[in-house]
T-cell receptor, first 111, second 111 residues
Framework: RKEVEQDPGPFNVPEGATVAFNCTYSNSASQSFFWYRQDCRKEPKLLMSVYSSGNEDGRFTAQLNRASQYISLLIRDSKLSDSATYLC????????????FGKGTRLHILP | EPEVTQTPSHQVTQMGQEVILRCVPI?????FYWYRQILGQKVEFLVS????????KSEIFDDQFSVERPDGSNFTLKIRSTKLEDSAMYFC?????????FGSGTRLTVV
């Protein structure tokens, strides 16, 4: 099983719709999880951290399911500007010395 | 907002040449990283650096690569004897307790 696995997509979603995608991770000891956003040929930017209790930031909600070893990202009322690649990121050893990226899920918001 | 600065933004080099990619991490961050992203592929961890030494490195980070913090601000990645397959975006990042910040990357093209 890959360390971090995501559906590559693309997800083509009409503007205003709700979209969700998951990411699975292999190391059950992982403690830190993040969603990053990457625009085409740009650097990854932190979208949100994922807490055990789940967290919400505006239209974005992140959840963690430890039993099934996945995290999810839900985007409500999607905007054209949400079009990007969403990277699932895990700190597998809970150390400060590296984070592991999934390959990303491409999201296209359609007008 | 503090940022990680990378130079150059684009480097073209001939196969077999050495390149040095430069980064200025955020000043109060303690961990520094290099990641690379081959076009269309995922962001891959290369190396982390803490307290003036390598903290962890990946299988990719072989003897061809080296990192240095020559002064109090710069963090460099040296690639010796470049190969065609070294062509990629190279991202520098630094982190504190709140997360990672990535630079905008150096696009390395080996011809």
């Amino acid at each position: 099983r890959k360390e971090v696995e995501q559906d590559p997509g693309p997800f083509n979603v009409p503007e205003g719709a709700t979209v969700a995608f998951n990411c699975t991770y292999s190391n059950s000891a992982s403690q830190s999880f993040f969603w990053y956003r990457q625009d085409c040929r740009k650097e990854p930017k932190l979208l949100m951290s994922v807490y055990s209790s789940g967290n919400e930031d505006g239209r974005f909600t992140a959840q963690l399911n430890r039993a099934s070893q996945y995290i999810s990202l839900l985007i409500r009322d999607s905007k054209l500007s949400d079009s990007a690649t969403y990277l699932c990121v895990v700190n597998p050893m809970n150390r400060d010395d590296k984070i592991i990226f999934g390959k990303g899920t491409r999201l296209h918001i359609l007008p | 907002e503090p940022e990680v600065t990378q130079t150059p933004s684009h480097q073209v080099t001939q196969m077999g040449q050495e390149v040095i990619l430069r980064c200025v991490p955020i000043s109060n961050h303690l961990y520094f990283y290099w990641y690379r992203q081959i076009l269309g592929q995922k962001v891959e961890f290369l190396v982390s650096f803490y307290n003036n030494e390598i903290s962890e490195k990946s299988e990719i980070f072989d003897d061809q690569f080296s990192v240095e913090r020559p002064d109090g601000s710069n963090f460099t990645l040296k690639i010796r004897s470049t190969k065609l397959e070294d062509s990629a975006m190279y991202f520098c990042a630094s982190s504190d307790d709140y997360g990672y910040t990535f630079g905008s990357g150096t696009r390395l093209t080996v011809v």
